[in-house]
Each structure stands twice: as C-alpha cells, then as structure tokens.
C-alpha cells in the first residue's frame, strides 16, 4: 500500500488528487492521509502548503505589502492556498 | 469491590471524549501528563459495584512516537498496563482509525472496540460487518453513536468483561496471547528468535509485552533501545536484535519501520475490504462532478466560463455602483468640498486646487472602481469557499507541466491573481532554486487586481459593448504569457530542471456560505480602501505637485495650465517611447510611471491628468445639503435595483428598456480623445495594446521589493527587463499589427 503510493505519483502524467488516489488503490480517504503522513515523517513526500515562507514573514502588519507578504493570517488578499506534496528522490535513511 | 484502570484511546475527533463524559459524569479531574503540556483527563466510572479508573488517552493516529501524544498514549499502554484499553474509532474513516487499534492489539488483547458515528456511516451508505469484524481482531465491537448516547449500556458490559479479563490475565503467570495479525515469514521468524531471548530475561518479561517489545527493537526504537540497554544484562538481547534489524533490512531493502507499516496497511486494507460495503465501490457525486470539472480539455473550458461570469459581474452588474459612485463624488460631494471650502475662504486657492484637483480627483477616480473590486473579490470567494478553486488551479497545473514548469509552480501563480506580492512570496517552498528564480519572474503575468481598475475604465470606454470579454482576455492573456515565457525561460536559461511528481489535497464541494462570502469579500475591499487611502492619496499628492508647478509658460503655483507642468515635461520625456505603440501623449506616460508605484495609482493618475471639472447639474447648487443627500440616497437605491436587473443579462436576459445613447462622463471623453489624437485616429487599437502594457509591465514597487528579496537584485533587474521588453513589443504588435490590418 505505501510502496504502491509512492508508484502511481511516478508513473503518473501530471499531478494527482488524493481522491484520484484513493480511488486507484482502493483505500478509505483517511487511510491515505496517514500513509501519506507516514510518508512526510519519512522524507519520502514533502509537504507544501502553499505560504510557507510568506507565513515567516511579517513585517508589513497587514496594512499595504510594500516590502513583504505577511501571508494568508494577515493579508486578505491572499488565497488559502493548496496543500501539495511533492515527492523526493530517495529518502535519507 | 474491585478497581480496573481502563484506558480510552483513539484518533483526534473519533468521540472519544464524548464517550469518557459520559462514563465518568462530574467524577473527572484534569490535569498535565508528567513533563508535558498536553492534557491528561482521568475520571471515575462505578459499574456493577466494580470501580473503574477511566485514562482518557491524547488522541492519536498511531503509536509510533512521532509525536508527544503518540508517546504518551503508547507509554501509558506499555508501562502502566491498563486492565483494559478502549480503542475509539470512526466508522466513517475505519481503514485509518483501525492503524492505531492494531498497534494496540500488539501490546494487549484486552481491547474493546467503540465502533462510534455509526449513525453518519449509515448516512454515507456504509454497511460494516460487525460480527465479521470483531472476528477478525479477535475483540469485542460494538457499533454506537456516543453523541446521541446510542450503544453505552453495550460499550459499559463490553468494558467490565475486558476489564475482568485483562485482570485474571495478569494473574495467570506467563500468559501469552496471539495478536490477530501476523507479518511475513522472514519478520515472523526474527520476533520468535527476539522473543525467546527476551523470556529469559526475567525483568523485561514482566515489564514490557513480550511481541511488542521485539518488535520496537527490530524497528530500532531509540526511546525503547535506551530504556533497555540500562538493564543489566541485556546486551546480548540488543545485539541479536541489531543482528536480525540488518539481516531484514538487507533482505527486504528497506528500513524495516517502512516494511512493517506497510504489511499493517495492507492487512487492513484487506479486513476493510471485506468488512465494509458502500462509498468505496462507487463513484460519489462528488467523484461524477470532478470527472468534468477537471477534465483537461472540459475542466479548462469551463474555468474560463465561470472566470467570464465573475467578470461579467464585475463589469455589467457593478456598473450601477460604479455610475451612482461617480455621481456621487465628482457631483454632490464634490460640491460639498468645494461649499465647504467657500465657507472657510480657501476657494480659488492652491489648498483648494490640491483637495479637488489632486485628493479628489486621485482618490476619487479610483474609489469609483470600488464595486468592480467589489464583485471581483465576491467571484473569487466563491469559487474559494465553494472548492472550485482548488480544481481550476488543478487543471492550470496539467499545461504548466507540459510547457515544463514545476508541479508546484501553480500555487504562486494562482496567487498572483490576488496580489503578485505574496505569489513571489509563495515560491520559497520550491525547493529547487531555479524553479524559484523562474516561478518569482512568471508571478507578475498574472492580472492581480489591482489592474482591474485600468481594464475596466478602459474596455468601458472604447469597448462598451465587449468590455467582459476584454477584461477577460486580458486574464487569459496574462496565463498565456507566463507560459510562454515559462517554455522560453526553460529552453534558455533555466535548463535541465525537472518536475517532480505532485499529489494535491483538494476539499470537498462546500455551499458557499452568504457570512463567509461576505466577509471574504470586505477584508478584501478593505485593504484596497486602505491603499486607497494611503499609496493612492501620497501618489495623488506628488502627482499634483509636479502639476502644479509650472516649468514653461506664464503660469504661477497650482495656476498653471497642465501642459505647461513639471509632470507633463517629465512624462513628455519619456511618451515618444510609447508612440509607436499609440499611446505617446504625455497623460498615459504619465500614468503608466506612476502605475510603476502601483497599479491602483494608474487610474487615479488619468483621472488627474485627464480631469475636467465637472459642471454642476443644473439646479444642483440651488439644492440644498439635505436636498441633494436624499438624491444621492435615492440615487443609490435605484443602483441597487439597476444591480439586480443586470443580474440576468449574464444569460443574455435584458431587463432594462432600450434607452438612448447617454453622454459619457468629461473624463471618459478626454481619454477618449487623448488616445484617438496620439494614435492618429486608431483609438480603440491604442486602447487596447495600453492594457497589454499594463498587463506585461512591473505590477508594482512591492513586487520589486519581493523579487529583490527573494531571488536577489539580479533577477529582479532581469525581471524588470523582461517585463518592460515584452510588454513593449506585444503592445507594438497590437497596435502596429491591427493597424496593418484594419488598413
């Protein structure tokens, strides 16, 4: 189940829902998120929510982003963006 | 009477706390578990004149130490052996919740499990085979809904039996157990030779379940191994253990940590399988309307559908706010400063020039395109709180990889819609730093909406009748560009960078709420009112100043005529770099270097440079204050009934009367003619390749300052070239080419 995650991300043309996913391992929603959990604890997929160097920032205290982006908490004209997970090479270990 | 202690285990939000109020009542007191901030809750529950210590442990996905609660719950289990534990689990989510009951079952078989939420599983169309179930762990299940108090008299006997059970077991010396799930032969077998070396060490074979500890020494467990190795004589254990660890690992070419979970997965995968019937075999609806919506070719057509829509809202709807707002501010406000200058002797002065030509028409220019802002921001809350976005940003993500950019490039790019600023931002998550450099010099293609002023004042003036589809071909455009100039950055300077496999979390299909649009929608419009009243007013400011100080002529401060002014000499300078592309006079000079501040300030420039004042309607001035404020209010209630009228016309529905041709406002008209003169009579064509530049051309000094700090001062003057480059030749193309055309 987990080695067959990281498979179809490989084989797969372009990117991947976690619906599209699930459905083509046959496996509940939920238990693909904590396999795909597994996965980030081990390095193998590396999560991504879209903002996080603008959330490291903030300095413009919400006002007008002239020299920084205090990200989506502060700054109303930032989306909530997507959560993607990419996949690595090899992991560490 | 007896005392048990129960443990209550179970993932976060599975209702396990529901079910230990309901157990233990009043009788609770909470305090930290030892050397942690997380919370420890303990109660009592009397049963059958049995007293029953009840440990609700922080919820967790497994035992696997990753976390303080998952050490925490698994300690707890290990080394103060609850008679019993409860494993908690969702019906609607069995396969994951199930993770942690197997774990458990590693440690003891005293278990029982809560099959709680039965009641929405049900609701899913989920069957579960109880009987099946509870056959296959090898424990007591017992399906309830804790909520609605379904099932606790079956939970309480379920816990009393387990209880007595896990007590006479420990009474039984050398009691063994056999869990319900057994791993592959090679695995197998190093846990019997590592459980046959640790029954005959006497204190670990009291202390730890034998299975599970032979198994956290194969997985090499820090916390396990430390605890261990300070037992005397244990140093054989832990060698056979380390010697078995490498055999496996080289025998299955993986940490054995990835092997284990993945023989756990797939066993419940199966158990699943079999024991529960429903959502899985069949597409949802959800699934039916993702088939089309994402779709490559279908999911691509109807983004820019709906993104045709919210412009149309943007456009046609607004413009009854847009109207009533012009009125309003040019008109009777307007008057009011002028009445109220008059009453303190400033007319006629350079304040009063600075106040009406400057602030007024500056700001005022702008605040008018408020309501464009307005339904825009609505548009994009929508598809956001709907879930629409996150499949369009699907879709767009399919051709960016096969132009060759990064999977993740997406997210900045999507964005950009809003503000370039936090797209430049986005791209640190990139980890390859050329995929950064070009992702931050591709975000400024996207229409922000900041420049939606300037494609809507434009399109209305010269493309009435098309203007959605002009601002809509200017978004589309700008997503052209960055994938253009994505291929060619690709080719050329950014060479041999891959795409990396991308797997997207994408929620579910929600019913906007009226409360969430709402307040999206403000804070939105809010923060533009702010630089409105901040970079637009300061810009508004300056750019009065440099108009009101006469450089040629025999003008005196702020009495000068326009075109003998610092600015039209200093935008003058530069406009004959603009004539080729039509649009060389010094006003859209002028407000293009000012829309190098920002964007917003483009509008607020032509609306100074281009300001006529507007003649009072007749018999406004005799109105009084009251009078004319009932006729703004009046005005503004009819802008709200015109707003719904125009709601049909979406769909090609026209509820309005064919009326006649009404006279466009002063400022429209002189833009109108300024373009018309410096293209020589190819206005709408000037127009036009003016909204490519200010789509192309620096967003603004933010985005500048984003890039300088992100990808650094050289591919920020890169940037900067790139866009003033390509902006100028696709405006000259435009302009020439149509004009070739046309001839």
């Given at each position: 189940m987990?080695?067959?995650?990281l498979?179809?991300?490989?084989?797969?043309?372009?990117?991947?829902?976690?619906?599209?996913?699930?459905?083509?391992?046959?496996?509940?929603?939920?238990?693909?998120?904590?396999?795909?959990?597994?996965?980030?604890?081990?390095?193998?997929?590396?999560?991504?929510?879209?903002?996080?160097?603008?959330?490291?920032?903030?300095?413009?205290?919400?006002?007008?982003?002239?020299?920084?982006?205090?990200?989506?908490?502060?700054?109303?004209?930032?989306?909530?963006?997507?959560?993607?997970?990419?996949?690595?090479?090899?992991?560490?270990? | 009477?007896?005392?048990?202690?129960?443990?209550?285990?179970?993932?976060?939000?599975?209702?396990?706390?529901?079910?230990?109020?309901?157990?233990?009542?009043?009788?609770?007191h909470?305090?930290?578990?030892?050397?942690?901030?997380?919370?420890r809750?303990?109660?009592?529950?009397?049963?059958?004149?049995?007293?029953?210590?009840?440990?609700?442990?922080?919820?967790?996905?497994?035992?696997?130490?990753?976390s303080?609660?998952?050490?925490?719950?698994?300690?707890?289990?290990?080394?103060?052996?609850?008679?019993?534990?409860?494993?908690?689990?969702?019906?609607?989510?069995?396969?994951?919740?199930?993770?942690l009951?197997?774990?458990?079952l590693?440690?003891?078989?005293?278990?029982?499990?809560?099959?709680?939420?039965?009641d929405?599983?049900?609701?899913?169309?989920?069957?579960?085979?109880?009987?099946?179930?509870?056959?296959?762990?090898?424990?007591?299940?017992?399906?309830?809904?804790?909520?609605?108090?379904?099932?606790?008299?079956?939970?309480?006997?379920?816990?009393?039996g387990?209880?007595?059970?896990?007590?006479e077991?420990?009474?039984?010396?050398?009691?063994?157990?056999?869990?319900?799930?057994?791993?592959?032969?090679?695995?197998?077998?190093?846990?019997?030779?590592?459980?046959?070396?640790?029954?005959?060490?006497?204190?670990?074979?009291?202390?730890?379940?034998?299975?599970?500890?032979?198994?956290?020494?194969?997985?090499?467990?820090?916390?396990?191994?430390?605890?261990?190795?300070?037992?005397?004589g244990?140093?054989?254990?832990?060698?056979?253990?380390?010697?078995?660890?490498?055999?496996?690992?080289?025998?299955?070419?993986?940490?054995?940590?990835?092997?284990?979970?993945?023989?756990?997965?797939?066993?419940?995968?199966?158990?699943v399988?079999?024991?529960?019937?429903?959502?899985l075999?069949?597409?949802?609806?959800?699934?039916?309307?993702?088939?089309?919506?994402?779709?490559?070719?279908?999911?691509?057509?109807?983004?820019?559908?709906?993104?045709?829509?919210?412009?149309?809202?943007?456009?046609?709807?607004?413009?009854?706010?847009?109207?009533?707002?012009?009125?309003?501010?040019?008109?009777?406000?307007?008057?009011?400063?002028?009445?109220?200058?008059?009453?303190?002797?400033?007319?006629?002065?350079?304040?009063?020039s600075?106040?009406?030509?400057?602030?007024?028409?500056?700001?005022?220019?702008?605040?008018?395109?408020?309501?464009?802002?307005?339904?825009?921001y609505?548009?994009m809350?929508?598809?956001?709180?709907?879930?629409?976005?996150?499949?369009?940003?699907?879709?767009m993500?399919?051709?960016?990889?096969?132009?060759?950019?990064?999977?993740?490039?997406?997210?900045?790019l999507?964005?950009?819609?809003?503000?370039?600023?936090?797209?430049?931002?986005?791209?640190?998550?990139?980890?390859?730093?050329?995929?950064?450099?070009?992702?931050?010099?591709?975000?400024?293609?996207?229409?922000?909406?900041?420049?939606?002023?300037?494609?809507?004042?434009?399109?209305?003036?010269?493309?009435?009748?098309?203007r959605?589809?002009?601002?809509?071909t200017?978004?589309?455009?700008g997503?052209?560009?960055?994938?253009?100039?994505?291929?060619?950055?690709?080719?050329?300077?950014?060479?041999?960078?891959?795409?990396?496999?991308?797997?997207?979390?994408?929620?579910?299909?929600?019913?906007?709420?009226?409360?969430?649009?709402?307040?999206?929608?403000?804070?939105?419009?809010?923060?533009?009112?702010?630089?409105?009243?901040?970079?637009?007013?300061?810009?508004?400011?300056?750019?009065?100043?440099?108009?009101?100080?006469?450089?040629?002529?025999?003008?005196?401060?702020?009495?000068?005529?326009?075109?003998?002014?610092?600015?039209?000499?200093?935008?003058?300078a530069?406009?004959?770099?603009?004539?080729?592309?039509?649009?060389?006079?010094?006003?859209?000079?002028?407000?293009?270097?000012?829309?190098?501040?920002?964007?917003?300030?483009?509008?607020?420039?032509?609306?100074?440079?281009?300001?006529?004042?507007?003649?009072?309607?007749?018999?406004?001035?005799?109105?009084?204050?009251?009078?004319?404020?009932?006729?703004?209010?009046?005005?503004?209630?009819?802008?709200?009934?015109?707003?719904?009228?125009?709601?049909?016309?979406?769909?090609?529905?026209?509820?309005?009367?064919?009326?006649?041709?009404?006279?466009?406002?002063?400022?429209?008209?002189?833009?109108?003619?300024?373009?018309e003169?410096?293209?020589?009579?190819?206005?709408?064509?000037?127009?036009?390749?003016?909204?490519?530049?200010?789509?192309?051309?620096?967003?603004?000094v933010?985005?500048?300052?984003?890039?300088?700090?992100?990808?650094?001062?050289?591919?920020?003057?890169?940037?900067?070239?790139?866009?003033?480059?390509?902006?100028w030749?696709?405006?000259?193309?435009?302009?020439q080419?149509?004009?070739?055309?046309?001839?």
């Amino acid at each position: 189940m987990l080695h067959a995650i990281l498979h179809e991300l490989q084989i797969a043309p372009g990117p991947v829902t976690m619906q599209q996913l699930s459905r083509k391992l046959g496996v509940q929603p939920g238990a693909l998120e904590g396999m795909i959990q597994f996965w980030v604890q081990k390095g193998r997929l590396v999560i991504d929510d879209g903002m996080n160097g603008a959330t490291e920032i903030n300095v413009c205290g919400g006002k007008t982003c002239l020299r920084a982006c205090p990200g989506p908490a502060q700054c109303p004209l930032v989306s909530d963006p997507l959560t993607s997970y990419t996949l690595q090479r090899k992991s560490k270990d | 009477m007896s005392e048990f202690t129960i443990a209550l285990a179970g993932n976060p939000n599975t209702g396990k706390t529901t079910i230990f109020n309901t157990l233990t009542g009043s009788s609770q007191h909470t305090g930290n578990w030892p050397g942690k901030t997380v919370a420890r809750k303990e109660g009592v529950w009397r049963h059958d004149g049995d007293l029953f210590h009840i440990v609700d442990l922080p919820g967790a996905y497994s035992l696997s130490a990753f976390s303080a609660e998952e050490v925490i719950a698994r300690d707890f289990i290990v080394e103060n052996q609850p008679d019993a534990v409860i494993v908690v689990v969702d019906a609607t989510n069995l396969e994951r919740n199930l993770y942690l009951a197997l774990q458990i079952l590693e440690m003891t078989p005293h278990v029982a499990l809560a099959l709680n939420m039965m009641d929405a599983a049900r609701a899913q169309g989920l069957k579960i085979d109880i009987p099946m179930l509870s056959d296959r762990l090898r424990i007591p299940v017992i399906p309830m809904t804790a909520r609605a108090g379904k099932g606790m008299v079956q939970l309480e006997e379920a816990i009393a039996g387990a209880a007595q059970k896990g007590r006479e077991a420990k009474q039984v010396a050398g009691f063994e157990f056999t869990p319900p799930f057994r791993y592959s032969q090679p695995i197998e077998t190093a846990l019997n030779r590592l459980i046959k070396a640790i029954n005959q060490q006497h204190p670990l074979k009291n202390h730890y379940p034998e299975r599970w500890l032979a198994l956290k020494l194969l997985q090499e467990d820090e916390t396990c191994i430390e605890k261990i190795s300070a037992i005397p004589g244990t140093d054989d254990l832990l060698a056979l253990a380390r010697h078995e660890a490498t055999h496996l690992h080289s025998f299955y070419g993986e940490d054995l940590d990835t092997i284990i979970a993945e023989e756990r997965y797939t066993w419940l995968n199966g158990l699943v399988q079999q024991v529960v019937q429903g959502r899985l075999q069949s597409p949802t609806f959800s699934d039916r309307v993702d088939a089309v919506i994402t779709h490559p070719v279908a999911g691509l057509f109807i983004f820019f559908a709906i993104m045709w829509v919210v412009f149309k809202l943007s456009t046609d709807v607004a413009a009854p706010f847009v109207n009533w707002i012009d009125t309003f501010v040019n008109g009777n406000f307007a008057h009011w400063v002028t009445e109220l200058l008059a009453l303190v002797h400033l007319e006629n002065t350079w304040f009063a020039s600075l106040i009406i030509d400057g602030i007024l028409a500056g700001v005022g220019g702008v605040l008018v395109f408020v309501p464009v802002l307005m339904f825009l921001y609505m548009g994009m809350a929508i598809m956001e709180d709907s879930g629409y976005m996150a499949r369009a940003a699907f879709v767009m993500d399919r051709y960016m990889r096969k132009l060759g950019l990064h999977g993740k490039s997406f997210v900045p790019l999507v964005l950009g819609f809003g503000c370039n600023v936090p797209a430049i931002y986005a791209t640190r998550t990139l980890e390859n730093p050329t995929d950064r450099i070009l992702t931050g010099m591709l975000a400024p293609f996207m229409s922000c909406s900041a420049r939606l002023p300037v494609y809507v004042l434009i399109a209305t003036i010269f493309f009435p009748e098309y203007r959605t589809s002009a601002v809509l071909t200017m978004y589309i455009l700008g997503i052209i560009m960055a994938l253009i100039a994505g291929l060619l950055l690709r080719k050329t300077i950014f060479k041999n960078s891959e795409a990396s496999a991308l797997l997207i979390e994408i929620p579910s299909y929600r019913m906007p709420t009226i409360r969430n649009v709402w307040t999206e929608m403000w804070q939105r419009t809010r923060a533009f009112l702010e630089s409105a009243a901040t970079i637009i007013m300061g810009v508004s400011i300056v750019i009065w100043l440099l108009m009101a100080i006469p450089v040629s002529g025999h003008g005196t401060f702020a009495d000068t005529p326009v075109d003998d002014s610092a600015f039209a000499h200093l935008a003058g300078a530069i406009s004959p770099a603009f004539e080729p592309l039509g649009f060389g006079n010094w006003e859209n000079a002028s407000a293009l270097i000012s829309g190098f501040i920002a964007k917003e300030v483009v509008v607020s420039t032509m609306a100074q440079v281009y300001h006529v004042p507007q003649e009072p309607q007749s018999g406004a001035e005799d109105a009084g204050f009251w009078a004319q404020g009932k006729d703004s209010i009046i005005g503004l209630f009819q802008a709200t009934v015109d707003t719904i009228k125009s709601i049909p016309a979406i769909i090609g529905i026209n509820l309005f009367p064919p009326e006649t041709e009404s006279e466009p406002p002063a400022m429209m008209t002189a833009i109108r003619q300024g373009f018309e003169q410096s293209s020589g009579g190819y206005g709408a064509l000037a127009a036009f390749a003016f909204m490519v530049y200010v789509l192309i051309y620096s967003p603004c000094v933010a985005t500048m300052a984003a890039q300088r700090q992100e990808l650094g001062a050289r591919w920020m003057w890169t940037s900067i070239a790139i866009q003033l480059t390509l902006g100028w030749i696709l405006a000259f193309v435009v302009f020439q080419g149509g004009k070739l055309l046309l001839s």
